[in-house]
């Protein structure tokens, strides 16, 4: 199972990248990324493939930004409304 390190720039969740930490270029490669404006985004991931790892990588992301969200006064309000407004709209659909 390789290891992979995840980089995200800003608060675009589609900029980011990944290196191996276990390449020999690896500390190069993460300051080249860091000089740009990317910052490293949680642990190591673990995985088969790159394609799996990515995918570990976005769902972990969603996850964590809606408990931040939720885990706050307003973001607690918004996901509220949020989540009823989706159950309403399905509701009505039926």
């Known amino acids: ?10 608060d675009n969740e589609k900029a980011f ?3 191996n930490p276990e390449s020999e270029t690896f500390l ?3 300051e080249q990324l860091l000089e740009q404006g990317f910052e490293v ?9 790159q394609e799996e790892a990515i995918e570990k990588f976005k769902s972990n992301f ?3 930004t809606e408990e931040y969200a939720a885990s706050t006064e ?3 309000v918004y996901f509220f409304f949020s989540e009823a407004y989706k159950y309403l709209k399905a509701a009505i659909k039926k």
């Open 62 to 64: 969603g996850y964590l």
């Open 17 to 19: 990248t990944f290196l």
């Open 28 to 30: 190069e490669e993460k």
């Open 74 to 76: 307003a973001g607690g």
């Open 41 to 49: 985004e949680g642990d190591y991931i673990y995985a088969d493939t």
């Open 1 to 10: 199972m390789a290891k992979f390190q995840f980089f995200r720039q800003g």
